[in-house]
Every structure is written in structure tokens, then in C-alpha cells.
């Protein structure tokens, strides 16, 4: 499995933990990540808010058959995925043009407009605009504030970063549900509720919004993006403030090398495959990114690897993680929780299972591996699911005689809340390598999978792909679960009981386990006949060699050299 090539970046990476200071949530505190926090709580209280604004009577009185109407209802809550679905699709361009910091504040801007549209709105036009118009902002935060953070924190600390992020994630939700829980009784829960009631919980989503997009603006340009842009002292200068330390120490010259390794690296392979569209010019780019794209299908090995990604987010969608989420308030109601307080009061308790069971998910997922958190978690929701639709299937007619068996379904969505937590767990430290090249975007388990199969110079074309499939199925599972409630019924959860289990079963059987696997090892898992990622990691060593990272003596000879450039 490619013992007759080196590590390339071995030196590198082992001088660099030699010289590196504290790592994992100490290493994290000390960089003061307060941003990166804010967008992940500002992406979960936005998932989870509009759940319980739709069980508002207010609201309800306000949008008419907007919200009566099961067709109407699902548009409402998932055209804020289809925008989502958009922004994401936007953001690649945007990033590398705009540079990841300006497209955050651009996606901050985009995301509060939405937002004052839909807490002003008098009509279900404005909220169907004003969702979308968030959306946009959803997806390119989605992909543009991970990339940044991959790009900017100390490798030492990114594995716990992603952690924070999808703790963070939890905790938004969570603190939602309580929100609308305690806003749900302003004027009362009846016919009298004032209409602040759902205004003010839309309204509070501006708040991590706007301390994220003030607190980018304090923060420095990524130095990968820098380096793209040839502005290399600049990258040298971010690299030093990061890691206090100055610009011509071991540790910050190890880290800017390996950046300019990767930009070297995608540089030389677009201009091994495609010489012909090195101009610059945007009709050269547009086709270069094209055929980046067909080489994702025309490649039989490089195909199945998109039917991994692409599958593992169909999958985790139709298991009804979202579909919870969204609709909470609606379903514990269905399961004969009557009054809104009670349901909302029941959904609340959802985003706090949800929260701790995240907490040892984090911890853990790392050391068990991601087909066992993944498969576990699929067929624990799965199991929930069918012995809802047992139990809603025999007394859905008479709840009111049969309060307990309402209550223990209540309770089986609240494990169904453990088995999302499994299924969308954090990382721990062994994601460093997988950050370093790309984002993670929200870093739940899933995520980890599908950037890691993919050899270096098609990853960020990849990613994008199963992004885009997660997205578009999240909308349509959002669009389609208030009707399949009204005619379904009990039949909803079957349906997401069987994509559960059919999850489970597509990871176990046919996914394979990617975990510490190198990029030779991954072409042998999917059978790779072009030895794609190992000819990658044979130009990513000659790269490492020619910049010296190969070994400390050649190391100290590039730095003398590039202080003797300066003092000419």
C-alpha cells in the first residue's frame, strides 16, 4: 500500500507538533475561536426557530393558509433550503474572488436582510422572500466561514474546532426551542397572543449574525487565500500574528511552506491536465472548472466515490433528521399532545436530549470510527420511527384514552434526538489532515466521510457535490413532511423509519470505513486502476522538496535564502 513512497510531509507535520504549543480546547480557548461559535450557533437557532413559530397561533391567524395548507406549509419552511442550495453553489466563486473574509460579510449582510423581511412580514410573501433570502445567506456561511476557519487555525486545534461547531450547532437549536417556548406566551397562547410572540424569536437570529459579521472584520485575511493571490508576505504576516511568534520562527515558516505546497500542488496539476486554459481569462477558468466537474463521472473509480458522497447525504436527509426538527411542535401534537405550550414545551426537550447526546458523540466519534457512529445512529433512529408508527398507527384515533402510550412515543422522539446526535457528530483531532485541505462546513459525521474520499487535486469539486446533494434533499424532505403527515399519518414515520434502516445498510455494506486511511490506501479501497492519489502525493512530494520540507537542513537553507532575497 505505497511502501515505496515517503510520507512527504513527515518532517513537516512531526517538527511542527514539536514546536507547537497547546492543542485540543486549551489550544482552543487560548485562540479565542468566538467567531467560528457565533456561526454555528446563528446556523442552529436558525434550524430550529421556525418550528415553533409555525405552531403560533398568531402566526397561524397572520399567514392563513400559508400555514393551514400542508403544500403551502412545506414551501414555507424549506424554500429556506432551496436558497440555501443556491448560496452554496455561489459561494466557491465568491470565496476565491471576493476572499473568504468579505464573502462571510457579504452572506452576514444577505442573511440579516432575509431575516428583518421575515420578522416585519404582514403577509406569506414576505416570508416565503424572506426565507429564501436567508437561505442564500445559510449556504454560503455554511461553506464560507469553515473554509476560513480550516484555512486560519493552527492545525493543533482544528479537530476540536469542528467539535465546538457542532456543539455550538446543538446549543442553537436548543436555545430556540426554549425561545419560542417562553415568546409562545406573550398575550397569551389563544386567540388573544400578541404577534411579538413569533416576531421576536425570527427577530433574535440577527444577534450571533451580527456579532459574526462585526467580528470577521477585526479578524485577518486567510493566509491560503493570500497566498492565491501571490500576496505571500502578507500570509507570512497572518501565520506570525496567529501563532504570536515571528515571521522567520521554525513553526511559522513549517506552516506558511505547506501552504504554498498546496497552492503549488493545485496550481501544477491544472496546468498538467488542462495547458491549454492557463490564460486566466474566465472563459479559461469556467473551463477548467467544467472539466474538473466531467471528470467526476467519466472516471469509473472517481464515480463511485460520487455515488459515496452523494448517497451518504441522501441518506442522512431522508432519515427525517430535519424533517424532526423543523416540524416538532406538528408532530408531538399529532402524537396527542394537545395545546401549543405542551408541544412546544416537548420540542424544547427534543433540542436538550439533542445537546447532551452530542457531547460524548464529539468525544468519541474519532476513536470508534465513522461506519459505526453512522450505522449505529441510522438504525437507532430507524428503531424509533417504526415504534412511533406502531403506537400512532393503533391510537391515533383515541390519544385522549391512551395518554401513556402518547407520552412513550413522545419519548421515543426524544431517543430519535440521540440518534441524529450520532449520525451528525463532531471529529476529534485525526481531522486536522482532511481540514487542512478543505472545510468540513457544519462537521457532523457524515461530512468527515464524503471530504475524505476524494484524491487531492478533485476534492473541493467533490465536496461540492455531496454539499449540494445534502442541501437539495434537506429541501425537498422540508417541503414534503407536512403533507405526508396529513395523508400519511403514522405511514410518515414507516417512510423514515425504512430510509433509516436502507442508510444504515448502504454505510455498512457498501461505504467503506475511511478512517486513518492514507490517500494510497484510499485509491485501493475504491479500486482505483489510475493510482489517482498516489500520483498526487508523488507531485505533492516533489512540491515538499523543492521547498524544503522534507528535511530540517533544507528547511534552514529556503529560509536563509529567502532572508538573503530580503536584504537585497
Not at 492557463?278 to 455515488?307: H, P
Request: net charge neutral; hydrophobic share 50%.
Amino acid at each position: 500500500m505505497g511502501g515505496g513512497h515517503v510520507d512527504s510531509s513527515n518532517f513537516a507535520a512531526s517538527r511542527r507538533k514539536a514546536l507547537t504549543g497547546q492543542s485540543g480546547w486549551a489550544g482552543l480557548v487560548h485562540n479565542r475561536r468566538v467567531f467560528a461559535t457565533a456561526r454555528a450557533i446563528c446556523a442552529g437557532y436558525n434550524q430550529g426557530v421556525f418550528s415553533g413559530v409555525l405552531a403560533m397561533t398568531s402566526f397561524d391567524n397572520r399567514m392563513g393558509d400559508a400555514v393551514a395548507d400542508p403544500s403551502k406549509k412545506g414551501w414555507l419552511t424549506a424554500i429556506l433550503e432551496l436558497g440555501a442550495w443556491a448560496g452554496v453553489l455561489m459561494t466557491g466563486y465568491l470565496a476565491d474572488k471576493l476572499s473568504r473574509k468579505y464573502t462571510i460579510v457579504l452572506a452576514v449582510i444577505v442573511f440579516c436582510i432575509g431575516v428583518i423581511v421575515q420578522t416585519s412580514a404582514f403577509a406569506p410573501s414576505s416570508i416565503f422572500g424572506g426565507r429564501f433570502i436567508t437561505g442564500l445567506g445559510v449556504g454560503s456561511l455554511s461553506m464560507a466561514v469553515p473554509l476560513y476557519n480550516a484555512e486560519i487555525a493552527p492545525p493543533e486545534v482544528r479537530g476540536s474546532l469542528v467539535a465546538l461547531q457542532q456543539l455550538a450547532i446543538t446549543f442553537g437549536i436548543m436555545v430556540s426551542f426554549w425561545i419560542d417556548f417562553g415568546t409562545n406566551y406573550i398575550g397569551g397562547t389563544g386567540s388573544g397572543q400578541h404577534e411579538a410572540a413569533w416576531r421576536i424569536p425570527l427577530a433574535l437570529q440577527l444577534v450571533p449574525a451580527l456579532i459574526l459579521g462585526v467580528g470577521i472584520l477585526f479578524m485577518p485575511f486567510s493566509p491560503r487565500w493570500l497566498v492565491n493571490q501571490g500576496r505571500d508576505d502578507e500570509a507570512l504576516t497572518v501565520l506570525s500574528n496567529a501563532r504570536r511568534l515571528p515571521p522567520d520562527s521554525d513553526l511559522v515558516q513549517i506552516e506558511f511552506l505547506e501552504i504554498r505546497a498546496q497552492y503549488l500542488f493545485e496550481k501544477e496539476t491544472s496546468e498538467i491536465k488542462f495547458p491549454q486554459y492557463q490564460d486566466g481569462s474566465f472563459s479559461s477558468n469556467f473551463k477548467l472548472g467544467l472539466y474538473d466537474y466531467f471528470s467526476l463521472i467519466t472516471d469509473r473509480t472517481l464515480l463511485y466515490r460520487v455515488a459515496v458522497g452523494t448517497l451518504t447525504m441522501f441518506f442522512q436527509q431522508w432519515t427525517g433528521i430535519n424533517a424532526i426538527l423543523y416540524y416538532a411542535p406538528s408532530i408531538f401534537q399529532s402524537l396527542g399532545l394537545t395545546g401549543n405550550a405542551l408541544s412546544l414545551l416537548a420540542t424544547g426537550v427534543v433540542g436538550i436530549v439533542l445537546f447532551l447526546a452530542t457531547i460524548p458523540a464529539v468525544l468519541y466519534v474519532d476513536k470508534l470510527g465513522r461506519k459505526p457512529v453512522l450505522v449505529s445512529g441510522a438504525f437507532l433512529m430507524a428503531a424509533c420511527h417504526i415504534i412511533i408508527a406502531i403506537l400512532t398507527g393503533l391510537f391515533e384515533d383515541s390519544w385522549g384514552s391512551h395518554v401513556a402510550a402518547g407520552w412513550v412515543a413522545c419519548v421515543f422522539v426524544w431517543i430519535f434526538a440521540i440518534g441524529k446526535a450520532l449520525a451528525t457528530a463532531g471529529v476529534g483531532d485525526s481531522s486536522t489532515r482532511i481540514l487542512y485541505h478543505f472545510s468540513l462546513l457544519q462537521g457532523p459525521c457524515a461530512w468527515i466521510l464524503v471530504a475524505e474520499i476524494w484524491p487531492l487535486s478533485v476534492r473541493g469539486k467533490g465536496l461540492s457535490i455531496a454539499a449540494s446533494s445534502n442541501w437539495m434533499n434537506n429541501f425537498i424532505v422540508g417541503q414534503v413532511t407536512p403533507t405526508m403527515l396529513t395523508h400519511l399519518r403514522f405511514g410518515t414515520f414507516v417512510f423514515f423509519g425504512v430510509f433509516s434502516f436502507l442508510g444504515g445498510v448502504f454505510i455498512l455494506f457498501f461505504v467503506p470505513e475511511t478512517k486513518g486511511l492514507t490517500l494510497e490506501e484510499m485509491d485501493e479501497v475504491f479500486g482505483a486502476s489510475q493510482n489517482l492519489a498516489v500520483a498526487d502525493q508523488e507531485r505533492q512530494e516533489a512540491i515538499f522538496g523543492r521547498l524544503g520540507l522534507l528535511n530540517e537542513t533544507k528547511l534552514h537553507d529556503v529560509k536563509s535564502d529567502e532572508e538573503s532575497g530580503k536584504h537585497e
